[in-house]
């Protein structure tokens, strides 16, 4: 990783080698003094990046998988087991996102407002599109817990990242404003959105 002077990011990034694609940077955007902490752990190596320009923690972890272990397709060396948060934000509403890369699957997880909880899960597995054409659709389902609207953000959000991503995606959300308006959703549903758009771009750097 590179630094600006004094001690701040270049990159914005945490940057690994890969044999193929050289230099690979995840998670962009990383803001604040150059500080990380390695953990070591028989299973993998944990790196926790505080941003302290937006008061976050940043977690990756790099993980060590043996050769030839079953459902394992990539080659022997590091596969790519991490997770990071990011937020977007307008006027009082605030929507927060962990997002979890586990092997060739992504797990999103969106929670904001006064009580974060799970209101409902999306779950989408991409195939080819039944038009005949050679493009990726997606199939999605949901479930919703009784009482909650979150069903229309998190199958909506899956089914576009397993389209886009070509991989399995679930998205688990639960957020809750008290006395929340019809604009108020609305504006929710588009911080969604813009979220949604920056794990697209995280991801396609991967």
Known sequence: ?????????????????????RVQSFPTGLMGLLDFCIVP???????????LAKSELSMIHFSKWPAGEAGR?????ISQVSFW???????NFEVFAQVEVLGDDLL??????????????????PRPSLKGSKTI??????FTFLGHKEDVVAKAMS?????????????????????????????VIGICQRLKH???EEIRRL
């Open 1 to 21: 990783m590179g630094r600006n002077a004094p001690g701040g990011w270049k990159s914005k990034s945490l940057l690994r080698w890969d044999p193929k694609t």
């Open 41 to 51: 752990e028989t299973e993998g190596i944990p790196v926790v990046v505080p941003d």
């Open 73 to 77: 397709t990539e080659e022997k060396g």
């Open 85 to 91: 948060k990011i937020s977007e934000k307008k006027d």
């Open 108 to 125: 999103v997880v969106l929670w904001g407002g006064t009580r974060p909880h799970i209101g409902a899960i999306g779950m989408a597995q």
């Open 137 to 142: 659709s997606a199939t999605s389902s949901a």
């Open 159 to 187: 089914e576009e990242l397993a389209r886009k991503l070509n991989r399995k995606v679930v998205v688990v959300a639960g957020m809750h404003w008290e006395g929340l308006r019809d604009e108020g959703i609305e504006e």
């Open 198 to 200: 920056r794990i697209l």
